[in-house]
């Protein structure tokens, strides 16, 4: 699972897609977001979802908007 991942490797950087088979791409950030160790970690989600609202609801869960 990409939880896993990150708590394995601490990546510099995390690419990922919205819609995933064991969470949304969503909970995925609130999850790395919530906890203080990676926050910091730049965050790019892909995706064919062209929902305004959720594209700017996750630019305002971020640290900056792209």
Do not use: T, W
């Not at 999850?31 to 965050?43: H, L, Y």
């Not at 062209?50 to 640290?63: H, N, T, Y």
């Amino acid at each position: 699972m990409g939880l896993d991942a990150v708590y394995e490797h601490s990546p510099d950087l995390i690419i990922c897609d919205y819609n995933m088979p064991n969470m949304r791409g969503d909970q995925f950030h609130d999850e790395i977001i919530a906890n203080p160790q990676f926050k910091e970690i730049p965050f790019i989600f892909r995706s064919a979802i062209a929902d305004e609202r959720l594209i700017l609801e996750r630019r305002k869960r971020g640290r900056a908007p792209i």
